[in-house]
């Protein structure tokens, strides 16, 4: 048995599917079920004997305590966390509350039930975290890439945020001896992707014949991971991974922004061309950069090869294609998330013209 918490979330629930594909053993999937967690993303597994499925938030210590004592998991793997930078920055509190405050009471609720495990138990148990590249600042487009030992220069209330959730993580370790793991992993583009980051934004507004909001010139460098290849790497850090240890999850695919929209339009221009048989690149519009916006990100992931055998099985080609082809086959679902919150957010988020 696993617990997982932020299950309903975008990797959470592709890791709890992906588990659950490949493997006989339980997993207690823990969601607060915010506006970006979504049970619908657990259709698959509704009925599934090894699923069960709890609404609560990770800083809900008493919970959190019951459900490790009734369940006895073997892990608890960490994907709860409010995660958009654009949010984080007109509301940095629920980032504070979530990712700070809340990793911290679950790091105490799990180190009192693996305090109490027994010998045997206790020296198989991990606590993975899962993190943000982020974390490391930004780059230029002249320095290499981040390293597991680049030092720590977040620049945005979210990524701060997740700055202090990584520290508080790494102290319990060296502190109380929690045997605990962390990843830290570049952006992830895939299935159940909630529609106000970039790639599955420009497939929802390009569909509605809406602009297609590009921050600022458009040249922010990402580095971009298709999820299911992010859900691989959680599986081997978890199997084989050294307790203490970080590890930097890539997809060795490096790109401007404005690149990524390009690919888009060009995927939908062949996949549900428009009407009129004009591109959907014509919709583009540049708006108004974000404060402190990072002008590059770039993941080192050689030591996970190296250490533990992993690398992406996927190309950006290859993982774009399957991203595109997946919302095009699953608009009732795009239209059940899209409330009516969302719209008036991305409407007010986009809405300057640069």
Request: glycine share 8%; aromatic share 10%; with cysteine.
């Amino acid at each position: 048995m696993i617990l997982v918490t932020g299950g309903a979330g975008f990797i959470g629930s592709n890791f709890v599917l992906d588990w659950l594909a490949g493997s006989d053993e339980a997993v207690v999937n823990v969601d607060k079920l915010t506006y970006a967690g979504n049970l619908r993303n657990l259709d698959a597994v509704r009925s599934h004997a090894g699923h069960v499925f709890v609404q609560a938030d990770i800083g809900d210590t008493a919970v959190i305590s019951q459900l490790l004592q009734q369940h006895r998991p073997r892990a608890v793997l960490n994907f709860a966390a409010e995660s958009h930078v654009d949010r984080s920055i007109t509301g940095p509190a629920a980032f504070i509350e979530t990712n700070v405050l809340g990793t911290f009471r679950l790091l105490e609720a799990v180190r009192e039930y693996w305090s109490a495990l027994p010998e045997a138990e206790r020296a198989a148990f991990r606590f993975l975290h899962v993190s943000t590249d982020e974390v490391y600042g930004t780059l230029s487009a002249q320095d290499p890439a981040f390293t597991e030992t680049k030092a720590y220069e977040p620049n945005s209330p979210y990524s701060a945020s997740k700055a202090a959730s990584d520290h508080l993580v790494r102290a319990w370790h060296h502190t109380y001896g929690l045997p605990v793991l962390t990843t830290n992993c570049s952006n992830n583009y895939g299935p159940f992707h909630f529609p106000e980051k970039l790639i599955p934004l420009m497939i929802v507004n390009a569909l509605a014949g809406k602009p297609l909001p590009v921050y600022g010139d458009g040249m922010q460098v990402r580095d971009w991971l298709f999820v299911k290849d992010h859900c691989s790497a959680i599986r081997r850090v978890l199997e084989a991974g050294v307790t203490g240890e970080t590890y930097n999850v890539g997809g060795w695919n490096e790109m401007p922004n404005i690149e990524i929209v390009r690919r888009v339009c060009a995927l939908l221009d062949e996949l549900r061309p428009r009407a009129d048989g004009v591109s959907y690149a014509t919709q583009l519009t540049y708006v108004k950069d974000r404060p402190g916006h990072d002008r590059r990100y770039a993941i080192d992931a050689r030591k996970i090869e190296r250490e533990l055998g992993w690398k992406p099985a996927e190309t950006f080609d290859t993982g774009i294609r399957k991203t595109v082809e997946w919302y095009l086959a699953n608009g009732e679902w795009l239209a059940d998330v899209q409330s009516g919150g969302y719209r008036d957010w991305v409407s007010t988020q986009y809405g300057q013209a640069a």
